[in-house]
């Protein structure tokens, strides 16, 4: 059974930085990449960042050059670097396998305060 468990959000200043972690059980990111989405109050889910079993990584553009996503293949665990944060970066970030959605899981809370 597929288990995904987000972690490392907060309350954060404007250009601060966060690390989120995912640790994931039951399937393996190193053969299914991973992603990072998000969603804001009243707006839908959206993808964030990703990177696909053989290493590539795209961003969405609200956050290239200050989101960085990496993965531990022995950990099974993948990651969120997140700097020069803004007030639209609040969120709940959530992960998932990039090939194919699973269950996902409770997320991870993100506040930017101004």
């Known amino acids: 059974q597929v288990q995904l468990v987000e972690s490392g959000g907060g309350l954060v200043q404007v250009g601060g930085s966060l690390r989120l972690s995912c640790a994931a059980s039951?399937?393996?990111?190193?053969?299914?990449?991973m992603a990072w989405y998000r969603q804001a109050p009243g707006k839908e889910r959206e993808l964030v960042a990703s990177?696909?079993?053989?290493?590539?990584?795209n961003y969405a553009d609200s956050v290239k050059g200050r989101f960085t996503i990496s993965r531990d293949n022995a950990k099974n665990t993948g990651y969120l670097q997140m700097n020069s944060l803004k007030p639209e970066d609040t969120a709940v970030y959530y992960c998932?396998?990039?090939?194919?959605?699973?269950?996902w899981g409770r997320g991870t809370q993100v506040t930017v305060s101004s």
């Open positions: 998932n396998y990039y090939s194919s959605l699973r269950s």
């Open positions: 039951g399937s393996s990111f190193r053969f299914n990449g």
């Open positions: 990177i696909t079993g053989g290493g590539f990584t």
